[in-house]
Nanobody
Framework: QVQLVESGGGWVQPGGSLRLSCAAS????????MGWYRQAPGNQRDLVAT???????NIADSVRGRFTISRDNAKNAVYLQMNSLKPEDTAVYYC????????WGQGTQVTVSS
């Protein structure tokens, strides 16, 4: 079973930055996509950004230009650099990985407020 462990969430003022990290372990050889989703209270879980082998990053319009996704294959990790954060970015952020199965991390809270 693939396990995903996130870190890096927290509280930040509007305009600030945070960097989320996700480390994958277990049978990860067949994983072709890793990335991030988020879910705000009362909302569905939405894509933020994903990376698939051999393809350009898939980034939500709402964060394009502010968030950057990157992957370190040697460390089996994926990162989300979040800049110019807005209150509407407040959500629980989930790490995501996919082979023939979808895997989710436990989530990390990001709160943007003054």
């Amino acid at each position: 079973q693939v396990q995903l462990v996130e870190s890096g969430g927290g509280w930040v003022q509007p305009g600030g930055s945070l960097r989320l990290s996700c480390a994958a372990s277990g049978p990860i050889g067949w994983i072709h996509t890793m990335g991030w989703y988020r879910q705000a209270p009362g909302n569905q879980r939405d894509l933020v950004a994903t990376l698939t082998r051999g393809r350009d990053p898939n980034i939500a319009d709402s964060v394009r230009g502010r968030f950057t996704i990157s992957r370190d294959n040697a460390k089996n990790a994926v990162y989300l650099q979040m800049n110019s954060l807005k209150p509407e970015d407040t959500a629980v952020y989930y790490c995501y990985a996919r082979s023939e199965t979808r895997y989710w991390g436990q989530g990390t809270q990001v709160t943007v407020s003054s």
